[in-house]
């Protein structure tokens, strides 16, 4: 069945430390994003790639790395100087800018230890 | 910027009855807008996706509509059950390459 994987399902990350969440799909999607949910704020757009080799920021890009590399993966690196990576990460994909809809991965839960 | 606001944020009904859930949104000019599902600790599942040229979609007991020019939309879930509790979450696509601007969430229950 096509769909989006993520995978941990759970990381746990120290003071200081980088670390990838994996993002893969089989959907044929040209498109990838990554969002982060916290408590009562909804979902808000980290990073977003139209094509391979190319992402653009989102709103909160501050603290994370994503790379491009093959059109059915999107990891997402969060980074040291993120100050407050704890929170639900939820990959997503889609075509056509959208036009069908956009399909959303099971999430990974990041906690700082 | 894109602005989409839910109401009510929290939602608690007897099994059986019928409820709305509201969506609005500040730019009329999306390109879609989708309703997703969020059980906790999980993904988003898709619901329903409504075109900017589409009135409503019907998906067995749920059913949403979209009227651009009030920018709004609702979702009518029909003879509600225990299993429909969940996050219920609205996002606007503008067509951009930016993605989905999301709502903060319905968080409906169910009386059993």
């Known amino acids: 069945d096509g769909g989006i994987t993520q995978s941990p399902k759970y990381l746990f990350r120290k003071e200081g430390q980088n670390v990838t969440l994996s993002c893969e799909q089989n959907l044929n999607h040209d498109a990838m994003y990554w969002y982060r949910q916290d408590p009562g704020q909804g979902l808000r757009l980290i990073y977003y790639s139209q094509i391979v080799n190319d992402f653009q920021k989102g709103d909160i890009a501050e603290g994370y790395s994503v790379s491009r590399e093959k059109k059915e993966s999107f990891p997402l690196t969060v980074t040291s100087a993120q100050k407050n990576p704890t929170a639900f990460y939820l990959c997503?994909?889609?075509?056509?800018?959208?036009?069908?809809?956009?399909?959303f991965g099971s999430g990974t839960r990041l906690t700082v230890v | 910027k894109q602005e989409v606001t839910q109401i009510p944020a929290a939602l608690s009904v007897p099994e059986g009855e019928n409820l709305v859930l509201n969506c609005s949104f500040t730019d009329s000019a999306i390109y879609n807008l989708q309703w997703f599902r969020q059980d906790p600790g999980k993904g988003l599942t898709s619901l329903l996706l409504?075109?900017?040229?589409?009135r409503e979609q019907t998906s067995g007991r749920l059913n949403a509509s979209l009227d651009k020019s009030s920018g709004r939309s609702t979702l009518y879930i029909a003879a509600s059950q225990p299993g429909d509790s969940a996050t219920y979450l609205c996002?606007?696509?503008?067509?951009?390459?930016?993605?989905?601007?999301f709502g903060k969430g319905t968080h409906l229950i169910i009386q059993p």
């Open positions: 997503a994909s889609s075509s056509d800018l959208g036009g069908y809809g956009y399909t």
């Open positions: 409504i075109q900017s040229s589409q």
């Open positions: 996002a606007a696509g503008g067509g951009g390459a930016d993605g989905l601007t």
